[in-house]
């Protein structure tokens, strides 16, 4: 099966939760309809109709004001059945709207090789309130099609993939008749099964339900490059995270006060003091709390974009730049030799380079800005050659999650002129690696 570009989300305007439309129902503080919008934009889904068997302004806003590109259209309206033939539209992913699902798992179904012909028709063997692994650390999805079995113990999740032309003959809304359908195609020989593995499919229909899948969310905390250094703080930011997404508060305000604080460490440093160093480097790690968090947030709220991706990433180069010049103003403060403002201007040199290489593979080979660290993750992970191997092997240190720790041990220890050679030497090492690497994005390149 092709990769699926085009999906339709079937709302049932009727079922309620409460005295609130379900597709309207706040999950972590963002409605149900929104989630589901948002993550289709994330996975790349250029055509998303919204067909409703009966109008609700509340609902119609939330989509018109999604940040995904949308149609909406009511049931009884045929236009929608015409203008979802689009010219290069043979699979169209369903959704109905009283579910919450791991937009990882819409990924891995959008991209899923089949039968062009043959629908897919999802099911989870977990049960609904099995508490996974990947609940609890990141783990890649490894959703994949069951072909011409007779599955047991599985629950059909209601979000298939379906032939364009089927779907256009669709004449109700409610989630229970599109599973009908898909029983039609299964009875039929035309589908297969899909395992969404450790994905998650939630159906939202009462108050448990919605702590459910709150809880399911949090799952987006952890990322594929998470190591020993970043799965122990992120575990201990969690109550935090669970506390923030209770506010009103976006990634990009906590991404701010982030680069404030990070700032406020260089002008620590640059003090030339021991306890104004050491006073740095705890700043300093501090602010890399505040990395963790707007990502977190991000992710968990389905608010991460293109815009978010490159704004973290300046700040974190801001961060570099700020530690770098304050370190290099205190450590002559402090001893008045000019060998470190030799090193400082080599440092500063290798951090703007750097930002600049970084932000070149961003923007000229990542399929998504806010999957650039996870491509680049895979390339160097499925190279081989000795240069790659090595840079794979020591290019951690260098990371925003990862630094402040040893910033701070060696600040402690005394070992700050150490840092900062350290710094000038890996910045100017780093986007020569950078340019290395461009290789592995050839169209030639091995995968």
Same mark, same amino acid.
């Given at each position: ?44 889904i250029k055509r998303i109709f919204v067909i409703a068997n009966e109008e609700n302004q509340e609902i119609r806003r939330l989509v018109e004001n ?5 149609? %909406? ?103 229970? %008749? ?90 620590? %440093? ?17 602010? +890399? ?105 020591? %290019? ?6 990862? +630094? ?44």
């Open positions: 099966m092709s990769s699926t570009n085009t999906a339709v989300i079937f709302v049932d305007s009727k079922k309620k939760y409460g005295d609130q439309s379900v597709p309207a129902v706040k999950i972590i503080g963002v409605a149900l309809i929104t989630r589901i919008l948002n993550d289709l934009r994330r996975i790349k999604s940040r995904a590109e949308s149609e %909406y259209f009511l049931l009884d309206n045929d236009k929608w059945r015409t203008q979802i033939l689009g010219p290069d539209t043979k699979n169209i992913l369903v959704l109905p709207s009283d579910r919450l699902s791991d937009y990882r798992f819409l990924r891995s179904l959008i991209n899923a090789d089949g039968e062009e012909e043959k629908a897919l028709i999802t099911v989870d063997f977990k049960k609904p309130d099995e508490k996974h692994l990947a609940e609890t650390e990141y783990f890649p999805n490894e959703g994949k099609i069951i072909a011409g079995i007779e599955v047991k113990n599985a629950r059909e999740t209601g979000i298939n993939i379906v032939p364009a032309r089927a779907v256009t003959k669709f004449e109700k809304c409610d989630s229970e %008749y599109l599973q009908a359908q898909a029983k039609k195609f299964l009875r039929s020989g035309e589908a297969n099964y899909f395992d969404i593995a450790n994905g998650f499919v939630e159906e939202i229909n009462s108050e448990q339900s919605i702590k459910r899948a709150g809880s399911r969310l949090i799952r987006y905390v952890w990322k594929e490059i998470d190591g020993i250094h970043t799965r122990p703080t992120k575990r201990a930011l969690i109550p935090i995270i669970k506390l923030l997404l209770k506010t009103p508060i976006t990634p990009n305000m906590i991404t701010i006060v982030g680069l404030f604080v990070s700032l406020l460490a260089g002008y620590a %440093y640059s003090r030339g003091r021991y306890i104004d160093f050491v006073l740095g480097a705890i700043i300093a790690f501090i602010s +890399m709390l505040f990395d963790h968090l707007d990502g977190c947030i991000a992710r968990v709220k389905s608010l991460e974009s293109d815009f978010g991706a490159y704004f973290d990433t300046v700040c974190d180069y801001v961060f570099y730049i700020a530690f770098g010049v304050g370190m290099t103003v205190g450590l002559y403060r402090y001893s008045e030799n000019y060998i470190y403002i030799f090193l400082g201007i080599a440092a500063l040199f290798g951090i703007l380079v750097s930002l600049a290489t970084s932000s070149y593979q961003r923007k000229t080979y990542a399929e998504d800005a806010s999957l650039y660290a996870l491509q680049a993750h895979i390339k160097l992970e499925n190279d081989q050659s000795a240069i790659v191997r090595w840079g794979r092997k020591s %290019y951690f240190v260098m990371r925003r999650g990862v +630094m402040p720790f040893y910033l701070l041990i060696f600040t402690v220890l005394g070992l700050l002129p150490f840092i900062l050679f350290m710094t000038a030497f890996g910045s100017n090492l780093f986007w020569m690696y950078q340019l290395y690497t461009n290789k592995l994005y050839s169209p030639k390149a091995k995968t």
